[in-house]
């Protein structure tokens, strides 16, 4: 993976150009004010809402995202993944023509083919590795957050310096951005949430139950699971000196302990519902179809899967220690 830095990248391909962020949530606040800190000319095209009130009280000039997206030269697509194909046909579609570079931060909706695109634009990419509120904080810091890029369509034979452009007037550069494609990082994305994130979530809960039924109080299953803050800070340790080579900072006890008895809780079975789940759900597109269908019923399951967690003994038990562990830090700062 080759990291392109502030030196590959001109800020040149924005001049005289307006830039339409369309939709000013996390990432679009934290990209437009980025970009217009970097010598561009940044419109915002959001509902009538608050977050247009937050735009306006930012100072930028604040549209509906019709009416942005067709005086831009850049459409920054921000608004949520579930949104844009809804929104596509009135509400960008028309502002759209030849020579316009369409953006996204998310690979989902072009990656899997669920908004029709004319062939005479440039589409591509930016997608920081990062929450929109960390994208602004190192921006003002003089520091980067990493990010991907792609070029999905070239038709103008200069998407390349223009999404490296983007790169550069976000700050993107500074961290260091590479290259990917819109489907990979949709593929990734989904990866991490189905495989990575759904696994750990539901074992932290299994080790809950296990442990309150060994005889641990739920309180103290919540401190160590995560309300502690002792899971962030060794996820920190891993981004900073690696997987494994962070081990260096615990007792050996620890490292003994976690190197010996790890791997034995990955079972065959466990390692096909994992290829399983790449190959069918989220390569094959079955989770696409299953997720889009979800959204046209009305989102029922996903309601129905909110309150079941929320009803969950460790979602119940981690009220009290959370009001205490800031109860403790408020006292702290106090003194």
């Known amino acids: 993976m080759k990291l392109l830095k502030d030196s590959d990248a001109t800020l040149d391909p ?36 608050d977050y247009r009130n937050q735009a306006i009280a930012d100072g930028f000039q604040a549209l509906s995202i019709r009416k942005a997206a067709e005086a831009g030269d850049f459409l920054l697509v921000l608004t949520t993944d579930e949104s844009q194909p809804g929104i596509w046909n009135e509400q960008i579609a028309p502002g759209v023509r030849a020579d316009k570079t369409l953006v996204w931060a998310s690979g989902y909706n072009v990656g899997y083919g669920l908004i029709p695109l004319p062939a005479d634009v440039d589409v591509v990419m930016v997608a920081p590795r990062m929450t929109g509120n960390m994208v602004r904080a190192l921006y003002e810091q003089g520091k980067g ?49 189905q495989v990575i994130w759904a696994g750990l979530t539901a074992w932290f809960v299994e080790c809950f139950d296990i442990g309150v039924a060994q005889g641990f109080s739920p309180e103290l299953m919540v401190m160590e699971l995560y309300a502690s ?52 759900d989220i390569k094959g597109g079955a989770f696409v179809k299953e997720w889009s269908q979800e959204q046209a019923a009305g989102s029922a399951r996903l309601e129905a899967l909110r309150r079941q967690a929320l009803a969950h003994p460790m979602s119940l038990a981690e009220d009290n220690v ?14």
Do not use: W
């Open 145 to 193: 957050a990493i990010a991907q890029f792609a070029v999905n369509q070239d038709a103008s034979g200069h998407a390349r310096e223009r999404v490296l452009a983007l790169c550069k007037g976000m700050g993107l550069t500074r961290g260091g951005v590479f290259e990917s494609s819109f489907r990979e990082e949709a593929e990734l994305d989904l990866f991490a949430e």
């Open 14 to 49: 924005l001049k005289g150009k307006t830039i339409a962020v369309l939709g000013y949530g996390n990432q679009g606040r934290a990209q437009a004010l980025n970009l217009r800190d970097s010598g561009a000319h940044v419109i915002v095209g959001n509902r009538d809402d």
């Open 229 to 280: 803050g002792e899971a962030s800070e060794i996820l920190g340790a891993m981004s900073r000196n690696g997987f494994f080579k962070q081990m260096s900072h615990h007792s050996t006890t620890s490292q003994y302990g976690t190197l010996s008895r790890g791997p034995k809780f990955i079972t065959d079975e466990m390692r096909q519902r994992a290829r399983e789940i790449l190959r069918r």
């Open 322 to 335: 959370i009001r205490a562990i800031q109860s403790a830090h408020a006292n702290e700062t106090s003194v």
